[in-house]
């Protein structure tokens, strides 16, 4: 009878062991699950930038193109250019006259390091290893998001150009 006691004894707390342990992971899951809803290659769908007094402005010069690739090691790259930019004339980017080069700065923004998320805050920080605006070098650039199924909005309320960018990214297909 002992020996039956002991068995159903270890049962019962092997059960109850393993339901623990699988809650607690079913408790975690939301923060995973938005991880991994977010890897992938996400392209600019819009971009709207806005400043202090609500008025808005091309930041990179208007009909905005990017990327935005985020892998399952929590690395991420993002390059958004747009009209801003002209051709450099010599065909030499080392050899681009001023108003060349103040051109490309105006209408091209790049970064890459590592990213984080907050499900539950709803925040994606990217943790800047290098940036083409030099400020962000080593800086944790914090964004709003929203995430519902192929379409990720991100908002940056210290924007490289001053106010604020809200950002459209579509999942590339």
């Given at each position: 009878m002992r020996a039956i006691c002991k068995i159903a004894l270890t049962a019962v707390v092997g059960f109850v062991l393993t339901v623990g342990?699988?809650?607690h992971g079913n408790a975690q899951q939301p923060t995973r699950s938005v991880g991994r809803q977010l890897v992938g290659t996400w392209l600019v769908?819009?971009?709207v930038n806005t400043r202090p007094d609500g008025t808005r402005f091309d930041a990179l010069g208007g009909n905005d193109k990017g990327i935005l690739m985020l892998d399952r090691t929590g690395h991420f790259s993002q390059v958004v250019m747009g009209d801003a930019r002209r051709k450099i004339v010599s065909n030499n980017r080392l050899e681009g006259t001023p108003e060349e080069n103040k051109s490309?700065?105006?209408g091209t923004l790049a970064l890459y390091g590592t990213?984080?998320?907050d499900a539950a805050g709803r925040t994606l920080t990217f943790h800047v290893e290098r940036s083409s605006f030099p400020n962000w070098d080593g800086a944790d650039q914090k964004r709003t998001m929203t995430l519902?199924?192929?379409e990720l909005k991100l908002s940056n309320a210290g924007a490289s150009g001053g106010g604020?960018?809200?950002l459209t990214w579509h999942r590339a297909k």
């Open positions: 342990i699988a809650s769908v819009s971009a490309i700065v105006a990213y984080s998320v519902a199924g192929d604020t960018a809200d």
